[in-house]
């Protein structure tokens, strides 16, 4: 049925790869190809890490009254659910919310966020 020695002869030629006359050509194309596309990505993602710092520590300083302002939104929050709450069937519980210009550059940012991640990630087809 099967022949024992026709079987190891096709192994073996099966584990050894065929050398190439420009296989060391091939590998550093490759690998610089992997190297610039890593490059750009990490550049993009501190790009936008340093940005997101800046952004954040921008709000921090620069609000004054951060702490007075989130204990104050969240007691304007819990005012909201509790008022939606006790208003079940009605539609205006978003309404009264405080959803301001914040919320706004915050989706903003995520977007642009989102963005250079998919920047970054579609580079890996490089």
């Given amino acids: 049925m099967s022949d ?10 099966f584990s050894e790869a065929p050398a190439f006359g420009d296989a060391d050509g ?4 490759i690998e610089a190809r992997l190297a610039r596309a890593w490059t750009v990505r990490r550049t993009l993602i501190g790009l936008a890490g340093v940005i997101g710092g800046l952004v954040a520590a921008g709000q921090m300083l ?5 702490w007075e302002a989130t204990a104050a939104m969240s007691a304007e929050v819990g005012g909201a659910v509790a008022r939606g709450g006790q208003a079940v069937g009605q539609f205006h519980v978003l309404s009264d919310l405080p959803i301001g210009g914040e919320v706004l550059w915050m989706g903003l940012g ?9 920047a970054a990630r579609s580079l890996e087809d490089f």
């Fill in 4 to 13: 024992p020695e026709f079987d190891a002869r096709l192994g073996r030629l």
């Fill in 26 to 29: 091939f590998a550093r194309r």
């Fill in 62 to 66: 620069g609000g004054g009254h951060l």
């Fill in 110 to 118: 995520l977007a642009a966020l989102a963005v250079v991640l998919v």
